[in-house]
């Protein structure tokens, strides 16, 4: 028989909700950089849970010895999991029920549901091995609200809400709310694509982006590149910062387009509206886009501390679900047409009488689960990690919202010793990548790391500061031409290189990538592409910043200034 109409509604709207609990925590592994805390799937480290004893943390220390564990990463990724798979299974009864109803309930949706969880299985495992590249990133993220506002859409068609028919005059406002719809939808995927290219920070100020400009440069053309080279590791972004501006930048110019277009709307509804849930519907879509725009100003003002920009999550499925309940309330079903198809007097009167319950407990768990989502990510685990880096203060460098912990690596130096990452802890190190044959962007780092030392010797404190060139072309570069190389520059300069399989998981993890470009398959005489940022170190060997090509070396002096003062 399977269950009852209005029990599967409100089944289906409980589904809704944990999947918006699992929506709020996923952005919370995200930005909170845990998205990799398991380096495999759908085990972590091989294991149904996170290995937690020393021996188990040595075992799997060395079966990833690319990614050590770090315990609170894992478990964040690890109980995101469990509430998806607890999703997954919710959604699988929902299907049995329609399934096993004969046709009393609809199984067209839930079955499609059934397909889109496994597909979002599938985007989550492609997001630990593809190594948090932002069209998985995105993809995911659309994926799981699409889950959300479908569940939601489930919920209402079985349910007893609105009750009655909307006036003609907002019925035919039906094409501009999915036309509303439709551009929420790209702004969400926009909104992916900022978060999943790191893309937040490349504006600092609002409504101007930095530096009282409105415009400063952008690249278009690599912003939207939607495939990259395979086994890049994304995490923290490749982009340089004129991508990461254009990202940005449109994604502002599409809240625009959403606040005149759904804005309008929404006036247009309270306009016509003729009873409360009409009245309350066109509130709620004004209330929802005001949130939404309120969230991710304050996301540029915080600089993206880590409740605000769950909650920007939050917000876009809260959007996106008011306009999926306004085409239910403008799309009659053969329930609430009741004039034309049904004959069932029962379910009549209950149509018009029984839809408040449902929808003060719709609401009250809604604004529970947006509470708890949000408080379960950021003080459940991690009291701290909404504490911003300093970003207002910085002049030329991007701050990593958390400073990323490297992976062990061993490499040699300029004086054909082994250099490890032990090497680059107790001082603070900039680091850049090249080969000594390159003519313009290893040089002028070079310069740009005598200028900065310069800089930093004359603010008069004591400072031990290292400046390493990590040559990527071992072939040409062995350590005593990059001792020679660097030492040109200053013989304090440190120079390390090493074999491809030794380079790829350290540059990758820097964020960096190089390929030979030019003549690639002659042995000597051939060019290698590679990443002009220089990233910027700690004392405990922790990428703190990256700094984007062209280099100014004052500004990066001052930058270091504040990290320094920030973290130490
Ligand atoms: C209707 C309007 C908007 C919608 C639907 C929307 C939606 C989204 C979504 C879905 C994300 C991805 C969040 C994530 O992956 O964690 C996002 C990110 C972002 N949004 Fe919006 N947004 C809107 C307006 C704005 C506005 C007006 C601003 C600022 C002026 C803004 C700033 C940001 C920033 C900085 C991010 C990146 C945050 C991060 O790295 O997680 N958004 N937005």
């Not at 091995?129 to 209402?156: D, E, I, S, Y």
């Not at 999550?313 to 047409?337: E, F, K, M, Q």
Request: net charge neutral.
């Amino acid at each position: 028989m399977g269950l009852k109409r209005t029990t599967f509604s409100v089944f289906a709207a409980l589904t809704a909700l944990l999947a918006l609990v699992v929506i709020l925590f996923g952005a919370y592994v995200r930005l909170s950089d845990a998205g990799l805390g398991c380096p495999d799937w759908p085990g972590c480290y091989g294991r149904l849970s996170v290995p937690s004893t020393p021996d188990a943390i040595d075992r799997a220390n060395r079966a990833f010895p690319e990614r050590p564990v770090e315990t609170a990463k894992a478990w964040k990724e690890m109980v995101h999991r469990y509430l998806a798979g607890a999703l997954g299974v919710a959604i699988l009864l929902l299907a049995l029920s329609a399934w096993r109803s004969r046709g009393r309930l609809p199984a067209g949706l839930p079955g499609l549901l059934v397909a889109l969880v496994i597909f979002q299985g599938l985007l989550g495992m492609w997001t630990v091995t593809l190594r948090v590249m932002p069209v998985v990133v995105t993809a995911h993220l659309a994926g799981g609200l699409t889950t959300f506002a479908l569940l939601w859409w489930l919920a209402l068609r079985q349910s007893d809400f609105p009750g009655s028919r909307p006036v003609p005059a907002l019925m035919r406002l039906r094409p501009w709310v999915w036309g509303g719809l439709a551009l929420v939808g790209i702004q969400i995927l926009l909104g992916g694509w900022t978060s999943s290219n790191y893309a937040a920070l490349a504006c600092t100020e609002f409504p101007t982006c930095y530096g009282g400009r409105w415009w400063p440069p952008t690249d278009f053309g690599e912003a939207f590149v939607v495939q990259r080279n395979p086994g890049i590791d994304y995490e923290f972004g490749v982009l340089d910062s004129a991508a990461r501006t254009a990202i940005h930048l449109t994604h502002r110019l599409g809240a625009l387009v959403v606040l005149l277009s759904v804005g309008a709307l929404s006036l247009v509804i309270l306009r016509r509206a003729q009873t409360g849930s009409e009245r309350g519907m066109g509130i709620a879509v004004a209330a929802a886009l005001c949130l939404q725009l309120g969230l991710g100003i304050a996301n540029i003002h915080g600089h993206l501390p880590l409740a605000v920009a769950v909650a920007h999550n939050g917000g876009a499925a809260l959007l996106l679900v008011t306009l999926v309940s306004l085409i239910h309330l403008l799309t009659p079903d053969r329930r609430t047409n009741c004039h034309r198809r049904c004959g069932d007097v029962e379910e009549l009167v209950m149509i018009h009488n029984s839809g408040g319950g449902l929808r003060l407990l719709l609401i009250s768990v809604g604004v529970l689960a947006v509470a708890a989502g949000i408080w379960l990510g950021v003080s459940r685990f991690d009291p701290g990690a909404g504490t911003s880096p300093p970003v207002a203060a910085m002049r030329a460098g991007t701050p990593l919202p958390q400073p990323k912990i490297l992976s062990p690596f061993t490499l040699t130096d300029q004086d054909a010793q082994p250099f490890v990452l032990e090497d680059l802890k107790g001082h603070w190190t900039f680091v850049s990548i090249g080969f000594t044959a390159c003519g313009y962007i290893c040089p002028t780092n070079m310069a740009t790391y005598r200028a900065i030392d310069r800089e930093i010797g004359a603010d008069g404190t004591e400072q031990t500061v290292n400046f390493l060139f990590i040559s990527v072309d071992p072939e040409r570069d062995n350590p005593e031409q990059l001792g020679q190389y660097v030492r040109r520059f200053d013989p304090r300069f440190l120079g390390a290189t090493g074999s491809h399989d030794r380079l790829q998981p350290l540059v990758r993890e820097l964020g960096l990538m190089y390929e030979r470009s030019e003549n690639a398959g002659d042995a000597t005489d051939y060019m290698v592409d590679h990443s002009a940022s220089i990233l910027l170190l700690d004392p405990q060997a922790r990428l703190v910043a990256v700094f984007s090509w062209p280099h100014d070396s004052a500004a990066m002096a001052a930058d270091f200034a504040v990290l320094r003062d920030h973290y130490y």
